[in-house]
């Protein structure tokens, strides 16, 4: 049986949280599928809002406080990614932007990850197409193609089998599907480790350099 | 094993009075606080290079000539000197100049510089900042030990017949570290030359200073210069003391609060968990710095940063009498009591000399342009 990692990120800042409510049904739906297709799942789920001013101090110190450390190892070294934001003011918010900041360059490239966003209004929506996609193709990262966007109504009109309920489905099909494609993680990058020798790097020295 | 103190050179308000000095001030701050660390007994001075305010020391050699002559047996380097924008060829000529007038008293660390807008300034691309160091370096290092030099790279012009003057003192080039916080690229550059490798230490995790050292020893035996726990290491340290832990504390947070680099971010206290930094007492700055041995093996060199953020120049020279009267002589004691035999000290012009069999005068005269020969005595 093959051992997944999923970690999912919720920036859901109030407590309850919908956002953290769409993540962890995501999360539900996405170990499901992939248990049904023979994998073994572990879960990670990440609030960010208990690492708000470890974020912050990261940005300005240049270094993850340990605790921080061991989240941004989980998310960099899972099998797939669940990354879900509120929408403020048309984007993500900017706890989740920060969070992603913050992570080594390249450290999400060819990941798996499914993005949904909640709101106060469906109108929301396609800040899910606009904003939140756009980062993560920035990243390298492989979003599955359907993004799940709550709004208000979904909670409320008694839909438990409507159509956010579908959504979720699929998209947790979606993001199966690209993880199984893969071979197992084997964790997060090393970013002291060494990549090339001496005399290597002496006769690349007239090479362009890669930015 | 070899202590002393290194400065960026910052010009910064002192968040308790709100004066900011002159650049004139600071300059003649960061002589006096050379010439304190010879006093109290400290073995090194190294000053940073900077090309933009609010720094002042962007001419180094000018400064430690400065400092040379007002010194018996300071040894003056560098934290760092720009290997990536410097030209090579100045860098082995001001070097050996300054070799010479200070009676070989001198090493260097070179850097990258992680300031984008510096690099254009200077005709180059941060971006490339990784092989200017590596062929810059390998020029540098070809000047001070080949006569005279054909050269062709991309970053700078070719040279043909090219001698840098003067020759470094005895024949025996300055001993160079290479300073570098998270690119193992560096550490394989140090190790491939033999070179020192010096982490800066103090504004990261001890983590990151464990990986980058333990990649260099590995390297620098690989490359066949000694075992890995000979290889030439030094470290940066930070610390604020006074003999009551707590008074330190007190007179270092608003300082700590407002620093360039790491203020208004972490609290003090996350800080002093999370690196390096120790505010406190003399005796809790030697049990820390006693446990960095613990995580990088015996080391040949400590350096600590003791002016920044504003600190007035007195308390720095407080600071120094300190470190000088109460730390490190017992730092000394105790490292020396821990390192074994097999472990060298970190490497001087004498001891650069006597591994070379002696000290050679290594001028080269000038061929003369009517006869074609050279003069009487001459070396070639």
């Not at chain 2, 002042?56 to 050699?61: A, L």
């Not at chain 2, 020192?196 to 333990?214: C, D, L, V, Y």
């Not at chain 2, 206290?269 to 446990?291: C, N, Y």
Request: charged share 20%; aromatic share 8%.
């Amino acid at each position: 049986m093959t051992r997944r990692t999923l970690a999912v990120v919720s920036a859901g800042l109030s407590q309850p949280s919908s956002t953290r409510l769409l993540a962890d049904q995501l999360a539900a739906a996405a170990r499901d599928e992939l248990v049904r297709r023979g994998s073994e799942v572990e879960l990670r789920v990440v609030d960010l809002r208990e690492y708000a001013h470890d974020v912050v101090n990261n940005m300005l110190t240049g270094f993850p406080p340990a605790a921080l450390r061991e989240v941004v190892d989980a998310v960099t070294g899972a099998d797939g990614l669940i990354a879900v934001t509120p929408i403020f003011s048309a984007s993500y918010n900017g706890l989740f932007k920060s969070f992603f900041d913050v992570l080594d360059a390249g450290s999400l490239v060819d990941r798996p990850v499914l993005i949904g966003a909640t709101g106060g209004t469906a109108r929301h929506s396609l800040a899910l197409e606009h904003a939140v996609r756009p980062m993560f193709a920035y990243l390298r990262a492989v979003v599955v193609p359907t993004a799940v966007f709550a709004a208000p109504e979904d909670w409320s009109d008694g839909t438990a089998d409507g159509a956010l309920r579908g959504r979720i489905r699929r998209a947790a099909g979606e993001l199966a599907d690209q993880v199984e494609r893969r071979p197992p993680a084997s964790g997060p990058a090393d970013p002291f480790a060494l990549t090339t020798d001496f005399l290597q790097m002496l006769g690349r020295s007239d090479d362009t350099p890669v930015s | 094993m070899q202590f002393g103190v290194f400065t960026v050179g910052d010009v910064t308000v002192d968040p308790t009075t709100g004066r900011e000095p002159t650049e004139h001030e600071r300059i003649k701050a960061m002589v006096a606080i050379a010439l304190k660390a010879e006093e109290v007994g400290l073995d090194v001075f190294a000053t940073g290079e900077h090309h933009n305010p609010p720094f002042v020391p962007s001419s180094p050699t000018t400064m430690l000539g400065y400092v040379a002559a007002r010194t018996e047996r300071l040894l003056l380097s560098t934290a760092t000197t720009l290997i990536t924008t410097n030209d090579p060829v100045k860098i082995a000529e001001d070097y050996a100049m300054l070799q010479h007038l200070s009676g070989g008293r001198v090493d260097l660390m070179m850097g990258r510089g992680n300031t984008g807008p510096v690099y254009p300034w200077f005709g180059k691309d941060i971006r490339a900042g990784i092989p200017l160091a590596i062929e810059n370096y390998d020029l540098l290092h070809r000047l001070w030990r080949e006569d005279v030099v054909d050269w062709k790279g991309k970053y700078r012009t070719p040279l043909q017949s090219f001698t840098s003057t003067p020759r470094p003192l005895d024949g025996v080039p300055p001993f160079v570290w290479h300073g570098s916080i998270r690119s193992p690229e560096i550490a394989e550059q140090a190790a491939y030359y033999g070179d020192g490798f010096f982490a800066n230490h103090i504004f990261w995790p001890k983590e990151h200073t464990q990986r980058m050292i333990a990649l260099y020893r590995q390297r620098y035996a690989h490359y066949g210069h000694g075992s890995a726990d000979q290889a030439i290491v030094g470290l940066g340290g930070q610390v604020f003391m006074r003999r009551n832990s707590q008074d330190a504390v007190r007179e270092f947070r608003p300082y700590f609060d407002n620093a360039p680099v790491y203020g208004h971010g972490p609290s003090l206290e996350e800080f002093t968990r999370e690196t390096p930094l120790t505010v406190g007492s003399p005796q809790q700055v030697i049990d820390r710095t006693l446990g960095f041995r613990e995580y990088v093996g015996d080391y040949q060199r400590q350096l600590f940063l003791m002016d920044h953020a504003g600190l007035p120049l007195k308390t720095v020279l407080e600071q120094l009498d300190l470190l000088g009267e109460e730390v490190v002589p017992v730092l000394r004691k105790e490292f020396a009591a821990l390192r074994p035999a097999h472990v060298p000290e970190a490497p001087t012009h004498a001891s650069l000399v006597a591994a070379a069999g002696g000290g050679t005068d290594s001028t080269v005269h000038a061929v003369d342009d009517v006869t074609g020969k050279a003069p009487e005595g001459a070396t070639r």
